[in-house]
């Protein structure tokens, strides 16, 4: 009877994992970057005339991606699963959610979407590059096997980072376009708005856990092809969809 293969170390494993990646050439594992460089300007772009002009075209703006959203989460839903009951109580949920989320976002000022819009863009980014750089346990493989406590944690100091920052610099002025002439803020109030933006940020993780799963019922990579090189309009608001619940029910605007 031939002996069992001795495991490989750790380090073994890593340098076969480095040469596989480093035998494929930088123009195939960047092949997609100039598209989704591209596809991320006209997204900022956009967005970011919609929160200049703000009033009527900003809400317009809100709304229509978050039709667009729901459309590509009926899909989703639809290819989930079989049951027409379960497909109708589905999509009630899914209206319900991404509904409310547009309904309060809009209904915030500038000075909270602002807020709301760092805080996921710094939670996505830390998260990625914690994830990236650190690894380690998987938070739930079978749902999404990149996420990992340590993206999670850098996920929510990026996060608690911004949140203390912004506050600091419109130091509760409420007024996005005038800046305080103090940035000081106070040890106690600085560790309350970290403590929120790191809880905000658990928010918009499970966020994207939540279509993650959705997505892996569905048996389907992305929630559409309709932005080049990102996935659909659901991949991308998919965090800031709990965050704007949780702002507009504290900020009163659902």
């Not at 914690?130 to 079978?142: D, N, V």
């Not at 991949?235 to 619940?245: E, N, Q, S, W, Y």
């Amino acid at each position: 009877m031939a002996a069992e293969p001795a495991p490989q170390r750790k380090r073994d494993r890593f340098k076969a994992r480095m040469r596989r990646y480093v035998d494929v050439p930088l123009s195939v594992r960047t092949s997609d970057l100039p598209k989704r460089v591209a596809s991320a300007v006209v997204m900022l772009a956009a967005a970011g005339t919609a929160i200049w002009i703000g009033g009527v075209v900003l809400r317009a703006f809100i709304y229509l991606v978050a039709l667009a959203a729901f459309g590509e989460f009926v899909r989703l839903v639809w290819r989930a699963t079989q049951s027409l009951s379960i497909r109708a109580i589905g999509l009630l949920l899914g209206a319900a959610y991404i509904g409310l989320a547009a309904y309060g976002l809009a209904g915030l000022d500038l000075y909270h979407i602002v807020a709301v819009l760092g805080i996921v863009i710094f939670t996505d980014t830390c998260a990625y590059f914690s994830g990236r750089s650190i690894g380690g346990r998987k938070i739930a493989p079978t749902i999404s096997p990149s996420k990992t406590w340590a993206g999670l944690i850098g996920g929510m100091a990026g996060s608690a980072l911004w949140l203390v920052i912004f506050m600091a610099m419109m130091h509760n002025t409420g007024d996005f376009l005038r800046l305080a002439d103090d940035y000081s803020i106070a040890p106690l109030e600085a560790a309350m708005w970290a403590l929120a933006g790191a809880l905000l940020a658990v928010a918009a993780q499970a966020g994207d856990f939540f279509e993650s799963w959705l997505k892996r019922r569905a048996k389907m990579k992305d929630s559409s092809n309709l932005i080049p090189g990102h996935g659909g309009v659901f991949d991308r608001i998919d965090g800031m969809l709990p965050v704007a619940l949780i702002l507009g029910l504290l900020a009163g605007s659902l």
